[in-house]
């Protein structure tokens, strides 16, 4: 009774969980173009994609993916051999319990006659596949720790669980499986229904045939035992319990595990030890089935679909309410393998700005949280907004993921909603942005000016215009923290050496781009570093110059003083965003 109870709550649990994902995919959107479409149209074009596929020449790619890339996991193994090794150690071994233990009762035994789970090879086959899991965890951990260590692969709680998860089901399946060996009880129960054995001599040569050969400890027998009495056992054995008892030894790992308990078994046996393992055996895999939709684990059914979907999609052919759905399902499909941050361009950044958002895999929590429409902070808003925009848009973490998330088109997307929510990104304004602008395209102008426009507010606001407003600049440089700030950095300490020979501006390319190019950029480059030699912040902070500049370092190679202007204008840059921070904090806000 309490066996089902708990399974059907289990599964009940376990069915309204995966049905509330997969609902998500259809009701939560990433970006503004995503929430154009209702979540009936989501699902009408999505029930048109399916059959399109399954009628056309498209099936014959799904039929190779899913041999290829879900089964045999070719991205995976093309990527990391010791990732590829775990992975088919644990899905493989898992496959095994699932179909053929767990499951015995609609599978196994439908398809062998005969079938007990304590008779080859099935009992041989079991504990191969929990060593398979064994091992899978035991190398995960090693390479998590050990291999990974230090190369910015991040483990969070849901990791810990779902690895903890995963041991207390396998181990608790070896040690009831080991008591059960051991159990004087067990045998007797087995003894009693299925024996049919009154004679008080058969049943003593039986129980020590038993002890010999199966591994039962005995309150009363021990050995050794001769070889008539052995042998009129075997007979028995052969007999009663043959056709549904092959030998423990081919459960190599339970066996192993028998014979260490072996010294304790009787007492074991008095506390119900076997029937506590059996508790805690079930009960952890059905809260494993319960957790498992609200767990990364979801990812078993998930990585599959996103590896096919992205066989047959095409962001240029396929509706874009389909492709807004299948974006949100990659969401659910990211394993937090790390293998992205390892890959990922930009992720060394992270070792300078303590954002964990820099890195790809922890981008995808608060995308999660972002796309379902609940409310963020303004501290993490800020910092997955920057987290974002620090993206060089390599593509190197969407070559490298082996369930094949197109993260680098999630990252464009997530970086357009939140640059429309308000919140100011000076990073708009810089080289980063390049992307942006090839993409320009794919936007309505509006939404591509607003967080430009902000930006520049932004940094102007950290400018004190009141100080020139009577148009009296002083020309003896201003020795402050700005200047100071400046000649500490190597790269940029140069900016004294400047005598305006305007060759820098005469190499620029983005002022040689404009017919009145003082009236588009405000100062020009030469103009820059007169303006940072006197101290004028506000000057050089508001012109377009320092924003536009493409860093290609003409100006910083025909420099005849060697003043490194390139180097100069990031360091600018910098000290702008290093004063608007400060001033918003000053203010009481959150943008650290």
Known sequence: MFFHVSLYIALAVFAAGLLYRVSAWFRYGIGTEARRFSTATRVAAAARGIVSVLFSAKVLTLIRVFIVDVI?????????????????????????????????AVITDKLFSNY???????????????????????????????????????????????????????????????????????????????????????????????VKEFGVVSPALKGPFDAITLEQGKTLHEMSCMSCHSSPRWGFVSYGVAKTLSPAAVRLDKVGLPAIFWYVHFLACFIGLAYLPFSKMLHVFVSPLSLLANAVMDKNKSHPANMATKQVMELDACTHCGTCNVRCAVSVAFEEIPNVNILPSEKIGPIKILASGKALSEHDLMTLQE????????????????????LQDLWFNVREALLQTGHPEVCVLSNLSFYRGVKRDQMLESEYRAPVARARE???????????????????????????????????????????????????PVVFNFESPEEALGLLPHQIMRATALGFTDLVFSSNMLWDCLACYQCQE???????????????????????????????????
Request: net charge positive; with cysteine.
């Open 558 to 592: 025909h420099c005849p003083q060697g003043v490194c202007v390139t180097d100069i204008l990031y360091k600018l840059k910098n000290l702008a965003v290093e004063q608007m921070r400060t001033k918003a904090q000053q203010s009481g806000g959150d943008e650290s």
């Open 458 to 508: 932004a940094i102007a606001s950290v400018s004190d215009r009141a100080r020139f407003q009577d148009k009296s600049i002083p020309l003896t440089p201003s020795r402050n923290g700005f200047n100071k700030a400046l000649e500490a950095s190597v790269q940029a300490n140069t900016f004294s050496h400047c005598f305006a020979c305007k060759t820098c501006t005469l190499a620029c």
């Open 387 to 406: 987290g974002i925009y620090l993206c060089t848009n390599c593509n190197r973490c969407t070559m490298a993921c082996p369930v094949g998330i197109n």
């Open 72 to 104: 045999f996991q070719a991205r995976m193994l093309k990527e990391d051999f010791l990732r590829w090794l775990i992975h088919m150690c644990i899905y493989s071994g898992f496959t095994l319990l699932l179909l053929m233990h767990a499951m015995d």
């Open 116 to 210: 007990y789970s304590t008779i080859n090879p099935f009992l041989f086959l079991r504990d191969l596949a929990g060593a398979l899991v064994i091992l899978g965890v035991a190398s995960a951990l090693f390479r998590r720790f050990i291999v990974l260590k230090g190369r910015r692969v991040i483990t969070r709680a849901m990791d810990h669980y779902v690895m903890a998860i995963i041991a207390v089901i396998i181990i608790s399946g070896f040690l009831l499986q080991a008591t059960k060996i051991v159990s004087y009880s067990k045998y007797q129960e087995m003894v009693e229904e299925y024996g049919g054995l009154d004679d008080k001599q058969e049943l003593k040569s039986l129980e020590a045939y038993w």
